[in-house]
């Protein structure tokens, strides 16, 4: 190309060639001036033309001027007219170019007014702002990824909290098991630490035990492990003394061979059957008070063992007291404390009989640890006994005073209540021996079932079998007391016996013999007999070492015979029957009683052997006796 | 040198030198149930014990500045029971930090015929009134809620018209002198009514 441009600037320096004569001359084209050069290079420029065009351009330049001496061989590129002038296109061109540019301007300026016309923008053609599919694909994924991790975040949150829940209602956390606890035992803060109270002070006890708790929070839990079935979040401590259990132990020992053993009771032993729902800190602390209990209940009887007088002193040893109500009765009260630790195997496990009056003792414990109180009247007058208030007015002397203040203390009502006890089982026993020894007559005993704790009554009939309505007339109303049996006989008669049990057998023994009398003297108005003598205590005859033996006589209705009879308890009973005179078997004639009428008086008597004589019992043979006796109409 | 003869002597100890302990406080009327409801549940477990009770003080006077005040009192609701005589000392000027108002107290069961015994003695009545309410105990601390009235008619305990439209709350224990312990123990019952009542150590020489 540069060779072809350096030609075209040769040739333009060169004159051209225009014709070659027949003589070898040749005939230049005159050269262009300068301006007609310019001319001619003018009117090549095109302005339709890009600018990519450049390099043809001097191609073009360099053709045209072969094309100006042809006009004729014009192809239709460039259109040619050389009678204008060489910038008329050029002209042209510029003046259309200035008038592009003056509507531009004035477009420009009509829109900068903005009253007449305004720019919107165009939208795009969304197929012009298409992104490539991977990428599309791409931010989908990345923002459906970044949901689902919100989401599962906020599940995972949800389901925790939900498991928590669940464990807190099964582990029942601290606070709730608090307010159970509050429920039922008296507790307060004391700085940081909690505080229960499980002594009676409340109930009155005046025991100095400070009976406090302290309440923990159970930290020793491992979470990773299963939580076991009885876990709690509370703990208790209790004090060191009042760990295991405790009970008290009455027994009530024979020492000699009448008295029977009356046997050992343990009180306040009951375990108390768990219940379901209650926790571990419920039975502990259960246990706990029923030791304090224990103990206050054995400390005030030892307090009065020490203090109180009695015939027979009572001894203090350790955890047990010993003293005797009844010489050769021995009680024994003592108090079992085992903390658990170890189990005794020495301790045989009896089971406490359902005796009903030594659960009377226990309620007697219960109600005697507690002080019954009374508020004075007037309000402003200080607490104190009732009755005590009254001995200024009442001008009281020394020993007024003193029967106010004494009162029983708690082992002198348990060894009251002892020897009743035993003096009722001894006279049930007494009573119930003789029963099964002696037939005829029969002893019937009547308990009532109503009965204090000091007293108690029974109601001994003694009576024949088969003749239990004419013959009733012993009936005794014993009232058995602390250390005496009082009698109370039907004919009104009252007798105080001791507490040895040989003076109510023998009483019992005089009464039955006394019966058998009666029995023939009801027995003889029923049959008609005339009774002609009747003593309960006859001075005649063997002397009796229990009681007195009686004594009766009756005749039979015509007359003839008498029937008399003895019984004493210990020489039983003598029968003799009289007969007529007429009947006897040697007649002692005398010559003074010679009428033959006198012959039907009675006279003689003649032994009768009951124990060969049919009947079950005396009264029966009696029966038969005066049936014999009595002659059919 | 022996010793003087017994009547010469003065008593001391036993129940004579009991000093009491006292805190008072009031309620209104209006808030009196839900008091009556906390002391059941705080004092001893027994019914509340209401009380009528009419009350003359007697006044000696003497040519020495002070005169001397007996209070005397006896109870509506059971007239047989004894008369109540009482005599209240100064109340103890110790430290300051003593929550009750402690004062010496002497107390002296009488019969029926002390306010005749008081007149020969030479003592006049200074003023009557009736106080009618409840009575709570916990261990040795009284509570006694009551209503003060006026007596109308002198010695006519019928006609009567409450002096306020409060009640008057008295928390009291009587101990023997030196035991500072009971003073705590009395602050301690105390917080525990507020804020129903607050009960507050009220010198009765301010109040003259």
Redesign the interface.
Known sequence: MGAVRIRSCFLQLIAQVQEVSLDGLETYVPLLSMSQNLAKLAQRIDFNQSSDSDEDGPERESREPWGKPEPEEDEGTVKFQPSLWPWDSVRNNLRSALTEMCVLHDVLSVLKDKKYMALDPVSQDPALTKTPQVFQLISKKKSLATAAQLLLKGAEKLTKSLAENQEQRRQRDFNSELLRLRSQWKLRKVGHKILGDLSY????SLFPHHGTFEVIKNTDIDLDKKVPDDYCPLNVQIPSDLEGSAYIKVSIQKQSADIGDLGTVSLFRRQPKAKPGSQMWHLKLEAAQNVLLCKEIFAQLSREAVQIKSQIPHIVVKNQIISQPFPGLQLSISLCHSTGEKKSQRASPDKSKPDDHLYVLEHNLHQLIREV?T?????????GHKRL??????AYDKAEISSLQQSEGLLEKIIKQAKHIFLRSRTARTIDSLASRIEDPQIQAHWSNINSVYESSVKVLITSQGYEQICKSIQLQLNIGVEQIRVVHRDGRVITLSHQEQELQDFLLSQMSQHQVHAVQQLAKVMGWHVLSFSNHVGLGPIESIGNASAITVASPSGEHAISVRNGPESGCKVLVQFPRNQAKELPKSDAVQDARWTHLRGPYREVHCGRMEGRNFVYKMELLMAALSPCP | MEAPPVTVMPVTGGTINMMEYLLQGSVLDQSLESLLHRLRGLCDNMEPESFADHELVYLLKGQQGNPFMLRARRSLLHPTAPWHLRYLGQPEVGDKSRHALVRNCVDVAASHSLPDFLNEMGFRMDHEFVAKGQVFRKGAMKVVVSKLLRVLASGNTENTEPLSLSYLVELSVLAPAGQDTVSEDMRSFAEQLKPLVHLEKIDPKRLM
């Open positions: 002070r409340s109930a009155g109180h508020m004075p009247h007037p309000a402003s007058s200080p607490f208030r009254l001995a200024g007015p009442m």
